[in-house]
């Protein structure tokens, strides 16, 4: 099993990013993905969430202005978005794709079977 990050990089406030996780080596079906990311000298925290069905949970922080969306058209392969708009220097962190099967979106971190690598973000003001 593998969950492949990407679409980290350097961006001005304001500014837009698009992460993507490709999940492979067994089928998520039943399985939840979410985001997950940590910023220096800080916890690893739930960004959003996504389940089979579509269901979707946001940390606050980001409401509005994050959108996660699930692709499950290859059933070898998951992929999730993190649509990240109107970053902010506070939004700057590792995110981190996650996997578990689970109905509903998960907060704690060891709760998730599956993780990928990160990719950073920097959003300089």
């Known amino acids: 099993v593998q969950l492949q990050a990407s679409g980290g990089g350097v961006v001005q406030a304001g500014g837009s990013l698009r992460l993507s996780c490709v999940a492979s080596?067994?089928?998520?079906?039943?399985?939840?993905m979410s985001w997950f990311r940590q910023a220096p000298g800080k916890q690893r925290e739930l960004v959003a969430g996504?389940?089979?069905?579509?269901?979707?949970?946001?940390?606050e922080s980001v409401e509005g202005r994050f959108t996660i969306s699930r692709d499950a058209r290859d059933n070898a392969k998951n992929t999730v978005y993190l649509q990240m708009n109107s970053l902010k220097p506070e939004d700057t962190a590792e995110y981190y794709c996650?996997?578990?099967?689970?109905?509903?979106?998960?907060?704690?971190?060891?709760?998730?079977?599956?993780w990928g690598q990160g990719t950073l973000v920097t959003v300089s003001s």
């Open positions: 996504v389940t089979s069905g579509g269901s979707t949970k946001y940390a």
């Open positions: 996650a996997a578990s099967r689970s109905t509903r979106v998960l907060l704690s971190t060891s709760l998730y079977e599956y």
């Open positions: 080596g067994r089928s998520f079906s039943g399985y939840i």
